[in-house]
């Protein structure tokens, strides 16, 4: 989640850099991240609903990055930004989250 807080935070500069922001909704606000962290918290968790775990992995994976960049083209394109550096950051951030998740599971698991 702290990958996520500090994309959006950065998103959120850059827009105001860019446009003049009026008030915002907070409740609207809090509803769409709510709504986006179950839905899109959902998408890592599919693969391992039809597969055998090791293979669940890689799909897992594979798919997060992929919803990663998009979730980065599309954050890039409502707030009028650059659309490829967006989703590459988003992309390579939060597979760094994702890398070390994994090996944060694997040690335990090892140790355990």
Not at 18 to 38: D, K, N, T
Not at 98 to 109: L, T
Request: glycine letters at 12%.
């Amino acid at each position: 989640m702290g990958v996520a807080s500090e994309l959006s935070e950065h998103s959120t500069e850059e827009y105001e850099q860019r446009h003049e922001v009026g008030e915002r909704i907070p409740m609207l606000g809090g509803l769409v991240m709510f709504v986006s962290y179950v839905v899109f918290g959902f998408i890592p968790i599919i693969p391992y609903l039809f597969t055998e775990s090791a293979a669940a992995l890689r799909y897992s994976v594979s798919i997060s990055l992929i919803v990663l960049f998009a979730l980065g083209v599309l954050s890039a394109r409502l707030s009028g930004t650059k659309l490829l550096r967006h989703g590459i950051v988003m992309t390579v951030m939060g597979g760094a989250a994702i890398a070390i998740g994994v090996a944060i599971g694997s040690f335990i698991n090892i140790g355990g």
